[in-house]
């Protein structure tokens, strides 16, 4: 059973940066796609970031687009997001997914001054 654990999120002044970090345990990442989503209560969780199996192609909600960054080390059975020009809007509880099947449990970032 995969399993994937989210960290990295605390809070951070606005312009600041982060890198959250989603490690999986029980089966390689290898052989899937990963995406980044957030959620704010009240909200639907929305998709900021994603990355393929195979060629480690990304693709980037436009809210985020030129500000963060997703990576994976398969290596380490770790996919990253590097958030840099944080904003108050991009406060929220950040989740990793592999596949279509296997989320994380979220960690929380706050922008705020």
């Known amino acids: 059973q995969l399993q994937l654990v989210e960290s990295g999120g605390e809070l951070v002044q606005p312009g600041g940066s982060l890198r959250l970090s989603c490690v999986a345990s029980?089966?390689?990442?290898?052989?899937?796609?990963i995406g980044w989503f957030r959620q704010v209560p009240g909200k639907e969780r929305e998709d900021v970031a994603c990355?393929?199996?195979?060629?480690?192609?990304?693709h980037y909600a436009d809210s985020v687009k030129g500000r963060f960054t997703i990576s994976r080390d398969n290596a380490k059975n770790t996919v990253y997001l590097q958030m840099n020009s944080l904003k108050p809007e991009d406060t929220a509880v950040y989740f990793c997914?592999?596949?279509?099947?296997?989320w994380g449990q979220g960690t929380q970032v706050t922008v705020s001054s």
């Open positions: 997914k592999a596949g279509e099947t296997y």
């Open positions: 029980g089966y390689t990442l290898d052989y899937y796609a």
């Open positions: 990355i393929t199996s195979t060629d480690g192609g990304t």
